[in-house]
């Protein structure tokens, strides 16, 4: 009899097969199905329309990767075992289950202190004890504890088949083209030596564009003003929300699960205790995009005049204007920002404070600080890429580990 297998038609790489039955049985569990609902680019959607993908598209999409890396790394005599391909495989499948709704927009706060990684460590450690132990290497090289360093380097590190697939399949589904990256050429130019992930010499513009290209989708997608300005609204809707649960008035929610989590979280949060995520991951999978979505529709009708009047603006889309700029925003300007809307809509000060704020944001393009990228010559020599003759990523540029950081303030349209 033979093994079931899968063929998964995907619009960015084609076909994807899924031969193993350890790998089938994960993406039929309902905690990794919850990833179609949960959007990978959260309010990118409303500045590019097609970017409605979901967390579920990306780790199918990174687990493709991952095959095509494993078996270019054995094609050149790389020793990767039958426990440890499959290990890789299941790990990179499950790198993003930790998310919440809405991803990164919500990152620590729904949940103050609790970080994605942290919750996908624990669903996979009970995932584990479900499958009597089948995810001990997977588990191994998640946390980079696997005496083959590369194969941990390949689910999180400056090269990653995660970054690949996410800057590959974003720039797909917005239609942004500076987001395109060569990552096949770059996955056949994989090597390894003395157990570390090395790119041949051959892809040195490869990794070039894939820098540019990340550096380019920060400003251009992820860190795009009308897409903050959405976040932001959503993450003072949140804090609204916890603020009047907190003073005693009634914020009825769609979903018990979402209640659940903003009256709990929400009270730890008050005590500066952790939040006891462990003892809630059941609950928590059952959380996604549509519980908070269908609850921000509800809170329309709010009789609370600032939750009613962010989430009618969110869901209708007039969001908060934005400027984003090199310069601190000046204060003279905020001050008179805040003034309007405290007339506009009868409001205090602190009040008024959901409506106008500024913040700070920042983008790296290549850190040598962090894990490097290092290139093998064909001599057998080892550089940095940000060492290398010639090289558009370097540190005379200020490029290479410079942090470009601006400043922002959202304000209520006159």
Not at 205 to 221: A, D, H
Not at 283 to 290: A, S
Not at 393 to 402: H, P, T
Request: charged share 25%.
């Amino acid at each position: 009899m033979s093994a079931a297998r899968k063929i998964i038609n995907d619009p960015v790489y084609g076909f994807i097969t899924i031969d193993e039955p350890l790998i089938l049985e994960l993406i039929s569990h309902p905690w990794y199905q919850r990833l179609r609902n949960i959007h990978q680019m959260a309010f990118a959607h409303l500045v590019y329309p097609g970017a409605v993908h979901s967390r579920l598209h990306h780790s199918l999409g990174a687990y493709h990767l991952m095959c095509i890396a494993l078996n270019e790394l054995k094609s050149k005599g790389v020793s990767i075992t039958a426990e440890e391909e499959l290990g890789a495989k299941a790990a990179i499948l499950l790198h993003d289950m930790g998310h919440g709704p809405f991803s990164h927009a919500l990152e620590n706060e729904l949940i103050k202190n609790v970080h994605h990684e942290s919750i996908s460590l624990l669903l996979m450690e009970q995932l584990n004890k479900q499958l009597d132990g089948q995810l001990d290497t997977a588990l191994a090289i998640f946390t980079n504890k696997h005496p083959k360093k590369f194969l941990s380097q390949l689910v999180s590190g400056q090269l990653d088949v995660d970054r690949m697939d996410y800057l590959n399949r974003d720039s797909f589904f917005t239609g942004v083209a500076e987001g395109v990256i060569g990552y096949d050429r770059i996955l056949k130019m994989l090597a390894v030596q003395n157990g570390e992930l090395l790119v041949e010499e051959k892809a040195i513009f490869s990794i070039e564009k894939f820098l540019v290209s990340r550096r380019l989708m920060y400003w251009q997608v992820y860190l795009h003003k009308t897409v903050l300005s959405a976040e932001m609204m959503l993450v003072n809707i949140i804090r609204r929300a916890k603020e009047l649960i907190a003073a005693g008035q009634e914020v009825n929610t769609a979903t018990e699960e979402f209640g659940f989590f903003l009256k709990a979280a929400g009270q730890t949060e008050k005590s500066g205790d952790r939040f006891p995520i462990e003892q809630h991951l059941g609950t928590f999978c059952r959380l996604d995009d549509h519980d908070v979505m269908a609850t921000i529709k509800n809170w329309s009708h709010h009789p609370d005049k600032i939750l009613a009047t962010l989430c009618r603006s969110l869901t209708e889309r007039k969001l908060l204007k934005v400027r984003l700029q090199a310069e601190p925003v000046e204060k003279a300007f905020v001050k008179e920002r805040t003034a309007a809307v405290m007339q506009e809509l009868g409001l205090d000060e602190k009040e008024a404070a959901y409506f106008v704020f500024t913040g700070t944001t920042s983008n790296t393009t290549y850190d040598t600080r962090d894990e490097r990228i290092n290139i093998l010559f064909k001599d057998g020599t080892i550089r940095d890429i940000s060492g290398v003759d010639n090289a558009l990523i370097n540190y005379e540029s200020g490029v290479a580990y410079g942090e470009i950081k601006k400043y922002y303030i959202c304000y209520r349209r006159p």
